[in-house]
């Protein structure tokens, strides 16, 4: 099983093998250029199960691997700014200090990169980043698996964990003199994904300690972003405190420029919205919760009549609606006055990230693991508002559609434990097509069948 996780140690006769085997695949993937490649792969034992499906993956999104190149996603005129506002400009000095200063003279590239796998900052040896730049390793390439297919920053954005790929591995050709070891970096407060830590270069880049001096370092950044977000969070408190004492009216309470947090609503799995701003959470009510829910997935906003026709089932009120919004203005205005919507029409003015949609982006872009792993359950469960039932209803859909056609027994047996899935045969079956014929996790899903089973003859 160990070969199935991570490589073997660099230099070792098995990672020659490894190689060889990696190197089978591609020979395998020139004659079989149709998605359908490496279903199973048995053609090629030894090949890696997380390399495996990867390459799946990419040669359904349709990834190159003969381009030598990423795409450049993020012009130069616009990296700074991007970069800048980023929440993972806060990690760097964290990044600079634990990984990039050892990693000079060292032939290591560290590289970080946002939610969607685009490079923002890559740094390091000078001689390895003059040679990453003929593969376009570099500030504002995409290297999404989408994009370039099998590497350490796009699989371990799919796959929502910390991966490691040597050489051959890689599906893009011109990546095999390189190896990578690359972890996600989640908000330590929403959970929200915000982008991906890597380390790259020889074989020394996938060394067995490595995967931990990553996984530590993204840990210890984490752990500092919190400690700023107290005392920034201490420090608008003592602003406030003064505005309050000196009968100020100013309204200009937003978070400063530059700002740590990367606001959140929380709708999966949940009667009751867990709302996130400037780093301060609250637990809204249903009602607030189906309000917020509803502007947060339409950014230009809603008229009163539209969104009391999606609010309310049956005739919607306007009045009743204006009541509502009248205390939600008051909650939000507690948080942070800029969160308080705008009127004529209902508009939200932050930028407000609902995990619903996160959902949604990533299945888009193919990134059907971390869906999962995000996905805690349908939006808002029991609210019985046309627009949220409408949202409810499309994102449930598309996350089982997605489970059902391209998930591993391990993403269908983890869809099967959510209240949503419990009556789902469809889901049990397909599983059990593809557990091993000695797991020992099959018993589990033929009894939970024939309880199905016993259910409806019922």
């Known amino acids: 099983m160990k070969n199935l996780i991570q490589p073997m140690a ?57 381009l030598p190149e990423a795409p450049l996603a993020i012009a130069a005129d616009e990296l700074e700014e991007y970069r ?19 990693s000079n003279d060292s032939g290591l590239l560290v ?20 040679r990453a730049e003929g593969m376009m390793f570099v500030p504002g390439a995409d290297w999404s698996e989408a994009t370039v297919g099998t590497s350490a920053p796009g699989t ?21 003199p390189w190896s990578c070891t690359a972890v996600p970096f989640q908000d330590p407060d929403s959970g929200a ?13 996938v060394a067995p300690h490595t995967l931990s001096l ?48 990367r606001n959140s609503l929380q709708l999966l799995g949940r009667d009751q919205a867990l709302l996130s701003i400037e780093g301060r959470t609250v637990a809204l009510s249903a009602r607030h919760s189906e ?55 209902y508009k939200v003015t932050i930028d407000l990230l609902p995990d619903s949609g996160q959902v949604l982006n990533c299945l888009q872009r193919g990134a059907h693991r971390i869906a999962l792993e995000i996905y805690r359950g349908a939006v808002l469960p029991r609210s019985e508002a046309p627009g949220v039932v409408e949202l409810r209803d499309r994102v449930s859909a598309l996350v089982r559609e997605a489970v059902l056609t391209d998930g591993s027994a391990e993403s269908l047996l983890k869809y099967a434990d959510l209240p ?33 089973e016993t259910e409806l003859s019922a």
Do not use: C
């Open 10 to 66: 660099p230099g070792t006769e098995d990672s020659v093998l490894l190689q060889r085997r990696a190197l089978a695949g591609h020979e395998f993937l020139d004659s079989h250029p149709q998605a359908e490649a490496f279903p199973d792969a048995e053609e090629i034992p030894g090949l890696r199960r997380l390399i495996r499906e990867s390459w799946q993956r990419s040669a359904k999104l349709h990834a190159n691997p003969d």
């Open 84 to 102: 800048r506002q980023h929440p993972l400009a806060a990690i760097m000095p964290v990044i600079q200090k634990l990984l990039i200063r050892p």
């Open 111 to 130: 590289a970080v990169g946002d939610e969607v796998g685009r490079l923002l900052w890559v740094e390091g040896d000078t001689g390895a980043r003059s």
């Open 156 to 176: 371990a954005l799919a796959l929502g964990r910390g991966i490691q790929i040597s050489g051959a591995e890689h599906y893009k050709r011109s990546v095999h």
């Open 193 to 205: 994904l915000l982008g991906v830590v890597d380390i790259t270069g020889t074989e020394a880049a």
């Open 214 to 261: 990553v996984e530590a370092t993204v840990a210890a950044a984490q752990a500092q972003l919190r400690v700023e977000r107290l005392q920034l969070a201490a420090e608008q408190d003592r602003v406030k405190a003064r505005r309050r004492s000196s009968s100020s009216a100013d309204r200009s309470g937003s978070a400063p420029e530059g700002s740590l947090y």
């Open 291 to 345: 309000i917020l829910a509803l502007l947060t997935t339409h950014p230009d906003g809603l008229s009163a009549e539209e969104l009391s026709m999606r609010l309310y089932p049956g005739d919607g009120s306007s009045i009743t609606l204006r009541a509502e919004m009248v205390r939600l203005r008051k909650v939000l205005q507690q948080l942070s006055p800029a969160a308080v919507p705008e009127s004529r029409p």
């Open 420 to 452: 949503e899935a419990r009556d789902d045969v469809g889901v049990r079956l397909a599983a059990l097509k593809l557990l091993p014929p000695r797991s020992p996790k099959r018993a589990a899903v033929v009894a939970d069948l024939e309880r199905l």
